[in-house]
């Protein structure tokens, strides 16, 4: 059984507006970074988005300013050789991806969620030599880098 409805509250003060951290980056090869070199992170020159600066073009790497969980993803245009690349969290290998060319062109993409520290650091590279390299771009095709924070607070 109910009672009677009682009277209506005061209104509550305003609260802060949160401020959510941000960072985000979309990077992709171009007809001079196609084919790129085994073993050491690749430099992604095409950058589509990347306002935060997170991801250096210098260095091919991303690196942590917000502690959190992020979400990367690479998609990659095989052409004329085989791929093996790994997305790679400082020196450690944790996705690898492997496409055997065939005929013409193919897509190979790996994604993965990552528990990120301050000054963490993530990449992508080549793997197995010129014979698997065959990360291609041209102005039809693209190779892309992604990588977003889905929360803050690791």
């Given at each position: 059984m109910?009672g ?5 509250g ?13 960072s985000a980056?979309?990077v ?5 970074s196609?084919?790129?070199t085994?073993?050491v992170?690749?430099?992604?020159d ?10 250096d073009?210098a ?6 300013h917000?502690?959190g ?9 095989v052409?004329?050789r085989?791929v ?12 690898n ?6 005929s013409?062109?193919?897509q ?8 990120l ?7 992508v590279q ?7 390299n ?6 039809d095709d ?5 990588g ?7």
């Open positions: 109910r009677w409805k009682g009277d209506r005061e209104k509550g003060k305003i609260g802060e507006t949160p401020v959510l951290p941000k980056f979309t992709g090869l171009t007809v001079l196609k084919f790129p085994s073993d992170p690749i430099k992604f095409k950058v589509l988005y990347n306002e935060f600066n997170h991801y073009v260095t091919g790497k991303f690196t942590c917000i502690a969980v992020y979400y990367f993803t690479y998609h990659i245009t052409f004329s085989n093996q690349v790994s997305l790679v969290k400082n020196g450690v290998k944790v996705l991806t492997k496409d055997g060319y065939m013409s062109e193919d190979a993409s790996g994604g993965t969620v990552l528990p520290k301050l000054g963490d650091e993530v990449w080549a793997a197995g030599g010129e014979r698997s065959g990360l291609f771009a041209d102005e693209d190779t892309t880098f992604t977003f924070l889905l929360f803050g607070g690791q």
